[in-house]
């Protein structure tokens, strides 16, 4: 059984919506305030019951992967993203991975920084998480008994336990910039602080007259 979000298609939907669109709440961003982003989290579990593709159940095949998807997607299309694993909760996520300030800035990766495919480029790591999932519950199954990856028990949610809480955030970033090994331009956060953001009926109502 399958719950699953399309994480990068949701992002970019949400990014248009805030920054790219003719009617973007905080378009002007892109030009003013270039390190204001969006925050995301993702909560990935899968699970093996321990039954395989024959129909014959082992405990020793049981396992379990528990994964929380930070994202951050900046005005300016930068991409930064890190997992955190669950080690202390079997049944949900902890409740410090919802702060994106309790994560150091130093775990975040700079996964993109052009504007043509970033939701492409920059959120790999939906897939990638999710063939570890597949690996972590299956890789100590026998071949014959392994269903496949698209038949794995396996749901993604935004946002807390059973609750859409603070599932998107605004941001902003501090960065430095450097070049790695292969002389590739990479971002470096060095602070995340959170935004308050609100749009008051009267604002709205006069942005809708303009």
């Known amino acids: 059984m399958q719950h699953l979000l399309d994480m990068p298609t949701l992002i970019y939907s949400m990014y248009q919506q805030f920054f790219d669109s003719q009617e973007g709440l905080l378009k002007s961003a892109r030009i003013e305030d270039p390190n204001l982003g969006l925050y995301f989290y993702l909560f990935l579990s899968a699970e093996n019951f321990g039954r395989g593709k024959s129909g014959v159940q082992k405990d020793e095949w049981r396992a379990r992967y528990d994964r929380t998807i930070h994202v951050i997607v900046t005005a300016r299309h930068r991409v930064y993203t890190t997992v955190v694993g ?125």
């Open 86 to 210: 669950d080690e202390g909760h079997t049944d949900r996520p902890s409740p410090l991975i919802a702060d994106v300030t309790a994560i150091d800035p130093s775990q975040w990766v700079n996964t993109c920084n052009h504007d043509s495919c970033w939701h492409e480029d920059g959120l790999r790591v939906y897939q990638e998480q999710w063939m570890e999932a597949y690996k972590h519950c299956y890789s100590h199954v026998p071949e014959e008994e392994r269903i496949i990856p698209m038949n794995m028990h396996v749901h993604t949610r935004f946002g807390a336990f059973l609750s859409f809480n603070k599932a998107i955030q605004l941001v902003r970033v501090s960065r430095e910039s450097t070049y790695d090994e292969r002389n590739q331009y990479r971002d470096h956060l060095t602070k995340i602080e959170r935004v308050p953001f609100g749009i008051s009926l009267e604002t709205q109502s006069k942005l809708s007259e303009v």
